[in-house]
């Protein structure tokens, strides 16, 4: 049983190009999260999904978009990558209310 | 909007040696909240949970009270252990439809033999 998992684990980009992150997960979730998690911020939520189709803007989404077209994938895109954007991304999905969030093992993104 | 507060690190204890560590909360409504934890390299994973007011979640002797007369959800553990070293995050959930996953900023415990 994978879980949650990200593509790529590591990347290095150069100012204004473009990448999609790509989240998979095989527990039937209807939740879906991508966060950034930068030292001492904590992680900070960009954009989520409350089902296939659906997105809606978290505490940072500026500078990235997602797309929700399967269930069991969430793709993060990076349009016009900026310094700003170096960090760790994290993707969690969840059943429902209350319930425990997964976490995928990230993606170390460096913009130069 | 919904918000976690918790205290700022590190925090440094001998092994043995009683854990607290502190989470407030802000939220409309009733959420549900957590404590994740999260060691070095790896991604984060449920330590426990809370889904109602008075409700006390446990695990691996870590333990946390929902007081919602407080608005907090403390962390506490009776006894550290070295292996305990990690960054735990406070978060919570709110129960609409909308479901979203808010986390503190992270509280990195260091445990010394």
Not at chain 2, 6 to 11: D, I, T
Not at chain 2, 64 to 79: C, I, N, P, Q
Not at chain 2, 82 to 100: E, H, I, M, P, R
Request: net charge neutral; proline share 4%.
């Amino acid at each position: 049983n994978a879980g949650v998992t990200q593509t790529p684990k590591f990347r290095v980009l150069k100012t204004g190009q473009s990448m999609t992150l790509l989240c998979a997960q095989d527990m039937n979730h209807e939740y879906m999260y991508w966060y950034r998690q930068d030292p001492g911020m904590g992680l900070r939520l960009i954009h989520y999904s409350v089902g296939e189709g659906t997105t809606a803007k978290g505490e940072v989404p500026d500078g990235y978009n997602v797309s929700r077209l399967k269930k069991q994938n969430f793709l993060l895109g990076l349009e016009s990558a900026a310094p700003s954007q170096t960090s760790v991304y994290f993707c969690a999905s969840r059943r429902g209310t209350g319930g425990e969030a997964f976490f995928g093992q990230g993606t170390r993104l460096t913009v130069v | 909007g919904d918000s976690v507060t918790q205290m700022e690190g590190p925090v440094t204890l001998s092994e043995e040696a009683f854990l607290t560590i502190n989470c407030t909360y802000t939220a409309t409504g009733y959420p549900s909240l957590f404590w994740y934890v999260q060691y070095p390299g790896e991604g984060l994973q449920l330590l426990l949970k809370a889904t109602k007011a008075d409700d006390k979640g446990s695990n691996k002797g870590f333990e946390a009270t929902y007081r919602k007369e407080t608005t907090s959800f403390h962390l506490e553990k009776g006894s550290v252990q070295v292996s305990d070293s990690a960054v735990y995050f406070c978060a919570l959930s709110d129960n609409t439809g909308f479901q979203k996953l808010v986390f503190g900023t992270g509280t990195r415990l260091l445990v010394s033999p």
